[in-house]
């Protein structure tokens, strides 16, 4: 499975936007970007996914490098409910349907009143 | 709208005991996951089923089983608990052809 890599852990002030990088340096053409997130003591929540363009909704974008070999999960306001753990997973989409999220080490938002 | 159910919410365990778990998903949904996370651990991929076959299987234990019932719901089975079976268990379901998974709240077993 193709790798990522994201910082153990970042801040950001209340109101203002964050930019969560993510390395997907072997991501293979069939690979969609997906990011999940997970507030404590919560079940993980899906955030968004995008293939090869820039992707947006209501709770953020997914900026994608036009090599695809790196991708931002931008937050436009972070609210102090957005301090959780962020996941950004490669999954094949030419495995077919029901295929398992595979969580790595995220990054860790604290987000700061 | 309608959310993953899973109960217990809370289930304290001693070793050698046995354990189920009971998902219930989103209604229509098709494809039912399990997850476990330990303490302090990412969670990690069990099993899953699509249309009540297995369809994956990821590090589960011999000591688990689970099944999808044709009401959709799920159950994972956990015999001879160890101390290390101490974790969050979540459910997720979706539609096979979806890109986004719901997860429940999790099940906390707590083996002592």
């Known amino acids: 499975d193709a790798k990522t890599t994201q910082p153990n852990s970042m801040e950001s002030n209340e109101e203002e936007p964050v930019h969560l990088p993510c390395n997907h340096s072997?991501?293979?053409?069939?690979?969609?970007i997906h990011w999940y997130r997970q507030l404590p003591s919560q079940g993980p929540e899906y955030v968004i996914h995008g293939l090869t363009s820039n992707v947006n909704n209501r709770m953020a974008s997914l900026a994608i490098a036009e090599d695809r070999k790196s991708s931002t999960l931008i937050l436009h306001r972070a609210t102090l409910r957005d301090a959780a753990v962020y996941y950004c997973i490669l999954r094949d989409g030419n495995s077919g349907g029901y295929q398992k999220v595979t969580f790595g080490i995220g990054t860790k938002l604290q987000v700061i009143p | 709208a309608a959310g993953v159910i899973q109960s217990p919410r809370h289930l304290i365990k001693e070793k050698r005991e046995t354990a189920t778990l009971k998902c219930y998903p989103i209604p229509r949904h098709d494809t039912v996951y399990w997850y476990q996370q330990g303490p302090g651990q990412d969670p990690q991929f069990l099993i899953s089923?699509?249309?009540?076959?297995?369809?994956d299987k990821g590090s589960i234990p011999d000591r688990f089983s689970a099944q999808q019932f044709s009401d959709y719901h799920s159950e994972l089975n956990m015999s001879s608990l160890e101390l290390g079976d101490s974790a969050l268990y979540f459910c997720a379901s979706s539609f096979v052809s979806s890109h986004e998974q719901y997860f429940g709240p999790g099940t906390r077993l707590t083996v002592t």
């Open positions: 089923f699509y249309e009540k076959m297995q369809s």
């Open positions: 072997t991501i293979s053409g069939t690979d969609y």
